[in-house]
């Protein structure tokens, strides 16, 4: 290779195997989606850097270091590749001619690539995948709960229920965060010489709830004591919180409430949550979100919009089947198509050839997985066909054109028959219905 020809540094190429794991991840979680109604979406993978500022917030890690931005030459704005995936959906949601008078409460799914520049290890990438879901217009707490359900029907469906532990906690309203905010700032304060720099300059700068996020064990041991959101909360938003965990009870969803959880992004306010394992040490949360009612007024609209959604990283649950030995496995072709050389002229072969390329269409054509490899000897194109477990052969050369007859093998069994060719591949396909 030439120099400088190399994988970019925190990304990785999909190959079949590791692609497969994400497809089934993607496709399953779409299927649950897709049953609780939520439509399919897609978002640009590029947008204004003011979008994830005004979202995330301007003194967040996902700000300050972790985003791929540039500035457009064309207009000179600042445009960064998206690191997540609900700001630019309700970017959409706000300005789209096509929202505007839908119906009451707008479910809505999507997937795609995610930016970060962050320390690349173990099930995390600079570019990785994301799943996730999102619920506008409803502000009733069941909708926390059926969104959450979600996430663990996802989890179900892959194997890896047993795997996972929801960790919930409220962030409670706005009346509630002020006084919260004024008792950890003075607690935090009076303790700032055990806090790491990081944390120390979070308070500096008045974000303190961050600081309750932080993984560094000093920190920890400092947190560990501080003011709790829910110990202060209004009347109205312990009632509301009941009420999800009371919806979670009836689903018969464990859960454990978690007061130091509180989301790395800004615009989360009530309900947040994550499901985490223990089976990729550092990189733990494997889906994870919360309910986010005023971005849309952090975006510039006139009035809230109740809203809540999740995130999974398509990556890590892959990752995480993998650990557990739920790898899915490629379904095998149905038939693989035999091509006999060498039995005659090399007019002969290439009448056989052209006979099993057309055979292939037609199979394909009616919907049957087929595999024709276009090479090697009948000893070499069954080995394969039996290495990549299909279930039937057929056998096909110039003899067997001339004579209008192929011979379909069972790869299963060993049973061999002969049956008629034709160009529509008829009998064949009855012949492979009636023995499947």
Known sequence: MRAGVKLVRGMRDRLAATQHGLSHVVDTA??????????????????????????IGEGTDVVNKEMFS??????????????EGTAGLLRAALTAKEFRGSPL??????????????????????????????????????????VISLGQQLLTELGLAEEAELQINSLCDAETRVRHHTLLTAFLQSHADQLSTTSQERLAAGHVLRILDSKDPGDGSVVE???????????????????????????????????????????????????????????????????????????????????????????RLALLQAECGEVPTPEPPAVSVVQVRGRGTAEDDATARLACLAL????????????????????????????????????????EVAAGEVVLKNMQTGEQSPVAYTADASAILAAIAGDT
């Open 105 to 146: 409460v707008q479910k809505f799914y999507y997937h795609g690539p995610m930016f970060r520049r962050e320390r690349p290890q173990k099930g995390r990438y600079r570019q990785f995948e994301q799943f996730g879901v999102e619920n506008l217009g409803c502000s009733h707490p069941h909708t926390d709960v059926e």
């Open 70 to 83: 540039f500035v457009d030459g064309a207009r000179g704005e600042s445009v960064s590749l998206r690191p």
């Open 225 to 315: 004591s501080a003011p709790r959101l829910l110990d202060v909360a209004t009347e109205a938003a312990q009632t509301r919180f009941a009420e999800v965990l009371a919806g979670l009870d009836v689903l018969g969803i464990p859960y454990t409430v978690n007061h130091r959880l509180v989301r790395g992004l800004d615009y989360y306010s009530s309900t947040v949550w994550e499901f985490t394992t223990s089976r990729l040490g550092a990189q733990g949360a494997i889906l994870a979100g919360g309910r986010y009612d005023g971005l849309a007024t952090q975006l510039g609209a006139s009035a809230e919009v109740p809203a809540i959604g999740w995130a999974a990283g398509v990556d």
């Open 30 to 55: 779409a299927r649950v989606a897709t049953h609780a109604q939520y439509v399919q979406v897609a978002t640009p993978i590029i947008e204004t850097t003011a979008l994830f500022t005004h979202a």
């Open 360 to 399: 292939a269409n037609a199979l394909r054509s009616a919907g049957v997985s087929t595999n024709y490899i276009h090479t090697g000897n009948v000893r070499k194109q069954m080995s394969f066909a039996s290495d990549t477990k299909s279930h039937f052969s057929i056998v096909i050369g110039a003899t």
